[in-house]
């Protein structure tokens, strides 16, 4: 995408965006920093098998849009972090992790832990909105690059990465598809 002048807005068509595409993940960008200076907003599949973890931001809000498919989702603190499945995480006003299907909206306010995971045979699709904008392009792209590699994530790459873009990682990352 190009920038704009600040007196123009941008209309993305139908089936318009950056697209980074992996075997296991696609990512559609359609407003980066360079667009807007409030969030940048992007399209995901979330392929079967996929967990993105639990984590949370220091700095950033993150708004999620279920267009297609089903996922598992976290948005709360739990009342005690225990192993390395959050999907059996509690809240300390009762929350647990639901099925989000389409038309489901999540909040994550900054340090909120949250997840996502794809726990079905389909694909899932997602409209994903973070706040400040922040280089997500260059976070995904190394993410997948990660990701192309055969078998299990390395977990010492991902929590390196997942450190420099102010992600602090509570449960791996995990991909059985």
Known sequence: MTDVMPSEGLIVPPGGGTTILTPAQEVTFKVTG??????????????????????R????????YVLDG?????????RVLTGDDWRHWESASGL???RATPGTVIVVPPGCPHAFANRSQAPARMF????P??????????L???????G?????????????YDIEQLTPLRHDG
């Open 133 to 142: 904008p922040s280089d997500h392009e260059r976070y995904f792209e190394e």
């Open 152 to 164: 299990t994530p390395d977990p010492a790459a991902i929590a390196d990465l997942r450190l420099r």
């Open 96 to 98: 647990k992790a639901v």
């Open 70 to 78: 089903e996922l598992d989702v976290l948005a709360f603190e739990p």
């Open 57 to 64: 931001h220091t700095h950033s809000e993150e708004l999620f």
């Open 34 to 55: 360079a667009h807007s200076r409030v969030s940048s907003s992007f399209e995901v599949v979330v392929p079967p098998g996929f967990d993105v973890g639990a984590h």
């Open 128 to 131: 994903f909105q973070a706040s």
């Open 144 to 150: 997948l690059d990660i990701l192309k590699e055969d």
